[in-house]
T-cell receptor, first 112, second 115 residues
Framework: GQSLEQPSEVTAVEGAIVQINCTYQ??????LSWYQQHDGGAPTFLSY????GLEETGRFSSFLSRSDSYGYLLLQELQMKDSASYFC?????????????FGTGTQLKVEL | DTEVTQTPKHLVMGMTNKKSLKCEQH?????MYWYKQKAKKPPELMFV???????INESVPSRFSPECPNSSLLNLHLHALQPEDSALYLC??????????????FGPGTRLTVL
């Protein structure tokens, strides 16, 4: 099976930088994705890392270290609208194809 | 069009009812998914369809029956559900399940309450 660990809650102020960590244990690892979900909304894709290193998409960056089974999401210039749940998700290869298993999620609260 | 639509938005049903959830996408995606999400929990994968064939069933009870009538549509038939099945049911699609096309697009979900 798979297990993913994330902090349950992170609080930061507007304009700050925050890092959400994710450690995972899985077989058939293919890559690590990050999704954002606002209360009452659908998960939306933020980023994906298949190889070690940093991927940057605007204010959001994601990092992966396959040897450490570790990744993080970095959010810069925080805005109030960034208050949401953030899920890391491992993409694993199975006999039926790729599938995603989500971490427990991190509730990010951005304060003034 | 990068939208996945789901109907109905809300559904209340009794334990003896039969109902269906519907999902549609017009992005030409060949993989479609059903997830279940309880409050304050992550989405949990239920089923994966790849090229209109069921490729993954995550040991879901038979009271949930998926169907993929064509490459754009995905249904979830519900029968004899239990109150603990109350949850948000999310549909998603992606290019395919081979690893190319990394993003899954999620619909807004159907909030199901079983009385």
């Amino acid at each position: 099976g798979q297990s993913l660990e994330q902090p349950s809650e992170v609080t930061a102020v507007e304009g700050a930088i925050v890092q959400i960590n994710c450690t995972y244990q899985t077989s058939g690892f293919y890559g690590l994705s990050w999704y954002q979900q606002h209360d009452g909304g659908a998960p939306t894709f933020l980023s994906y890392n298949a190889l070690d290193g940093l991927e940057e998409t605007g204010r959001f960056s994601s990092f992966l270290s396959r040897s450490d089974s570790y990744g993080y999401l970095l959010l810069q210039e925080l805005q109030m609208k960034d208050s949401a749940s953030y899920f890391c998700a491992v993409r694993v290869l199975t006999g039926g194809g790729n599938k995603l298993t989500f971490g427990t999620g991190t509730q990010l609260k951005v304060e003034l | 069009d990068t939208e996945v639509t789901q109907t109905p938005k809300h559904l209340v049903m009794g334990m003896t009812n039969k109902k269906s959830l519907k999902c549609e996408q017009h992005m030409g995606h060949r993989a479609m998914y059903w997830y279940k999400q309880k409050a304050k929990k992550p989405p949990e994968l239920m089923f994966v369809y790849s090229y209109e064939k069921l490729s993954i069933n995550e040991s879901v009870p038979s009271r949930f029956s998926p169907e993929c009538p064509n490459s754009s549509l995905l249904n979830l038939h519900l029968h004899a559900l239990q109150p603990e099945d109350s949850a948000l049911y999310l549909c998603a699609s992606s290019q395919d399940t081979s690893g190319s096309g990394n993003e899954q697009f999620f619909g807004p979900g159907t909030r199901l309450t079983v009385l």
